[in-house]
Structures are given as C-alpha cells and as structure tokens.
C-alpha cells in the first residue's frame, strides 16, 4: 500500500490558478498510475486527471481539458495537478489516488487514496 498526502488546497477567485500536491509515501517503488478525482458537496466523487508510471501518459476529464495539468516527480514521489482559469464549477474536495493498473480513469481501479483537500473558487 502506499500512502497519500495532499496539499495546496484554499480559496482562489475565478480564473486563477492554483496548484495542488500530493506527497506518497511508503511503498512508492512500485509502478503505481496516479489520478486526481474531486468532489463537489451533494455530488459523486468525479475523475479529473491520471498519469501513468513515468509520466508519459496522460488522460483527462473533457471539462478540465486545457486548463489543469497533471505532472509527477518521482524522484520527489510527488504528484501535481496546476489548476489554471479555474472556474466556480471547479469547487470540489480534490483527491488523489494511487492504482497498480496501467492508465485508467476507472475510479474502482483505484486502491489508495488521500484524505483530500478543499479547492473553493469565487466567483
């Protein structure tokens, strides 16, 4: 298992950018695919963005496409995903995740998961 910890969360006026982080520890030598889903209040938890291993793939939800980007430092363990024009409907608890399957978007593939953090955009 690895563990999940993410940060950079707060309150960004609309049309910024913010950029969130999240740090795993623990079993991090494996080749685990890393993905960013969010919740907003009264709403399923949605996918947003997944890398694969190296870096070299990536996919991501239509309604952030061109404006987020998901990057990883593996050396640094880290995963980030960069909020940019960042929009109210972008308000979520923003998660990170961890899966051993090659680059899915599938929300059951993943395994591990951090404790979230609070993105809010005003608008």
């Known amino acids: 298992q690895v563990q999940l910890v993410e940060s950079g969360g707060g309150l960004v006026q609309a049309g910024g950018s913010l950029r969130v982080s999240c740090a795993a520890s623990?079993?991090?030598?494996?080749?685990?695919?890393m993905g960013w889903f969010r919740q907003a209040p009264g709403k399923e938890r949605e996918f947003v963005a997944a890398i694969s291993w190296r870096g070299g793939s990536t996919y991501y939800a239509d309604s952030v496409k061109g404006r987020f980007t998901i990057s990883r430092d593996n050396a640094k363990t880290t995963v980030y995903l960069q909020m940019n024009s960042l929009k109210p409907e972008d308000t979520a608890v923003y998660y990170c995740?961890?899966?051993?399957?090659?680059?899915?978007?599938?929300?059951?593939?993943?395994?591990?998961w951090g404790q979230g953090t609070q993105v809010t955009v005003s608008s």
């Open positions: 623990g079993r991090t030598r494996s080749s685990y695919t």
């Open positions: 995740a961890a899966t051993l399957r090659v680059l899915t978007t599938n929300i059951e593939d993943f395994g591990s």
